[in-house]
């Protein structure tokens, strides 16, 4: 009996426990300690493994990793490749690469005729607007000329021409100057500028021209002779230019120029 109880009982301990197999090495659910410290052990063996299939590439879809799909395991993609020394050299850095609207505020950096709107240079504009003020003193000086010969012929108001045949044809001229001028004066201010939109040096320099033929025609006529403001037939000339200066400067803003 007792060595039956001893045969019966020799797999288990005073506790009740099994014992240790013959090889001395407990099962391996029983090893490792607590569950925690198990839990931690599969913790650092799972980072392991995410660090090898980060540093290898992309994992292939469905791919588990200690039963989480690499769609829920957050990493990042190797970086791309560099460039060839070609590649590089063809493709233009951000610094070189400028926006429309930047361009705009660079006078002649896009073509002007794929301008749509006034491209104004605030310098040369300057040049338009001096020209137009030098025009209005030509006008008054031309006002001035005649308000004299009104008080020296003796000519009063409203009479727009005299009759006096001793005087009346000098008086005449200096009015006639004056009103001629007058008459071309709305249509050179147009001009001047509409054609300083695109152009404002070539409309300044038409526009003195204008101004210093407005001067010779006057005085040609200030000698009561009519045929002598022929002089001032540059002043003509140059309001045909500015006329074709403002049309051709709407043409642009039209966009019906040749592209350049």
Not at 3 to 32: C, H, N, T
Not at 75 to 103: C, D, G, M
Request: glycine share 14%; net charge positive; with cysteine.
């Amino acid at each position: 009996g007792a060595g039956g109880r001893r045969e019966g009982g020799g797999g288990r301990g005073r506790s009740g426990a099994e014992a240790p197999p013959a090889g001395g090495q407990r099962p391996r659910e029983l090893r490792g300690g607590s569950e925690g410290a198990r839990r931690r052990r599969r913790c650092e063996e799972t980072r392991k493994v995410r660090e090898g299939r980060r540093a290898a590439g992309p994992l292939p879809l469905g791919t588990r990793l200690r039963g989480r799909s690499c769609s829920e395991v957050k990493w990042r993609p190797p970086p791309p490749p560099p460039p060839s020394p070609q590649v590089a050299a063809e493709t233009p850095q951000r610094s070189e690469v400028k926006t429309r609207r930047e361009l705009s505020f660079q006078p002649g950096a896009v073509p002007r005729s794929q301008h749509h709107r006034w491209q104004l240079s605030p310098k040369s504009t300057g040049y338009v607007i001096l020209t137009g003020a030098a025009s209005f003193v030509l006008v008054t000086h031309l006002a001035v000329k005649v308000a004299k010969a009104r008080k020296k012929y003796n000519v009063e108001y409203p009479t727009m021409y005299s009759t006096d045949p001793e005087h009346g044809r000098i008086f005449n001229c200096i009015q006639r100057a004056h009103q001629n001028t007058l008459e071309v004066y709305p249509s050179f201010l147009f001009f001047l500028a509409t054609g300083g939109i695109y152009h404002p040096r070539i409309a300044t320099g038409l526009g003195v021209a204008w101004i210093i033929g407005r001067i010779l025609y006057a005085y040609g006529y200030y000698t009561g002779e009519p045929k002598n403001r022929r002089r001032g037939a540059i002043g003509s000339a140059a309001l045909i230019g500015l006329v074709g200066t403002g049309v051709y400067s709407a043409f642009q803003h039209l966009g019906w120029t040749c592209q350049d």
